[in-house]
Nanobody, 135 residues
Framework: QVQLVESGGGLVQPGGSLRLSCVAS????????????MGWFRQDPGKEHEFVAA?????????YYADSVKGRFTISRDTAKNTVYLQMITPKPEDTAVYYC???????????????????????WGQGTQVTVSS
């Protein structure tokens, strides 16, 4: 069973910084972190999940960002720690949401790259962590 556990959420002031972490586990079920593309989504109450950022599996090449966060957020992964990060710099009040990390199927690729941009492309989800941007 693959499990994703997010942490690092909380209250941050506009213009500050915050780093979210997501630890993946599931080696007993054959899950090898480096073989899976990872993504971050966010959701406001009553709205659909919104894509934030994605990083391909090791060797798949590349990252992708939603226009709304490009230049402010950075996604990265640490294979040794089975962890994917989302560094948020100069967050805005409109970034307030529950943030979820997600994993695709193994060696997933689509027409635009080896990562997913839409919710249905991800097989595994964490429980979410609340981020509130407010002064």
């Amino acid at each position: 069973q693959v499990q994703l556990v997010e942490s690092g959420g909380g209250l941050v002031q506009p213009g500050g910084s915050l780093r979210l972490s997501c630890v993946a586990s599931g080696a007993a079920s054959g899950f090898t972190f480096s073989n899976y593309a990872m993504g971050w989504f966010r959701q406001d109450p009553g709205k659909e999940h919104e894509f934030v950022a994605a990083v391909s599996w090791n060797g798949g090449g590349g990252t992708y960002y939603a226009d709304s966060v490009k230049g402010r957020f950075t996604i990265s992964r640490d294979t040794a720690k089975n962890t994917v990060y989302l560094q948020m710099i100069t967050p805005k009040p409109e970034d307030t949401a529950v943030y979820y990390c997600a994993a695709t199927g193994e060696y997933y690729c689509s027409g635009y790259g080896c990562y997913g941009l839409q919710q249905f492309e991800y097989d595994y989800w964490g429980q979410g962590t609340q981020v509130t941007v407010s002064s």
